[in-house]
């Protein structure tokens, strides 16, 4: 019954670490936008009309173009969404976008730090399972010791 409940446990266990490292690997992603949006916001308090900048294309290829109208800045909301937007409105468009991408991180450490405490309370169940199973072996050696002299 000890070594199936290991089992077990040990299975939990790999199940959680797999839990963990896909919503790290989600805060990643999300961290990545974050800086993505960054330099966007960077970009249009430095961009001014008139200036040259590369667009990529898609495939590692760019295109050079000159801003026409740094007033008008397509912004992407979401859901295949997307709106024009003065300069102004553009930042607060990301400031907001970026906040969210805060409260989601937050979220998904919040997840990560529940799981890892999961993690760490069948660690303590396994070890004890161990310790007990170990026990078990040492005192039905002593017993078995016993009546053999």
Do not use: C, W
Not at 16 to 37: F, R, S, T
Request: hydrophobic fraction near 30%.
């Amino acid at each position: 019954m000890g070594q199936q409940q290991l089992q077990q446990l040990s299975q939990e266990l790999q199940e959680i670490e797999e839990q963990i490292e896909g919503l790290q690997g989600n805060v990643q992603q999300l961290q990545q936008e974050k800086h993505d949006v960054d330099e966007a916001i960077e970009a249009l308090d430095t961009l001014e009309s008139d200036s040259t900048v590369q667009v990529p294309l898609g495939g590692g290829a760019y295109l050079r173009a000159t801003i026409e109208d740094i007033d008008e800045v397509i912004v992407d909301l979401g859901a295949d969404y997307a709106a024009e937007f003065e300069e102004d409105d553009a930042v607060d468009a990301l400031e907001n976008r970026k906040d969210r991408l805060d409260d989601q991180i937050e979220d998904v450490n919040e997840d990560i730090t529940e799981l890892e405490a999961e993690s760490s309370e069948l660690e303590q169940q396994a070890q004890q399972l161990q310790q007990q199973a170990m026990q078990q072996q040492m005192g039905q050696m002593g017993q078995g010791q016993g009546p053999d002299e």
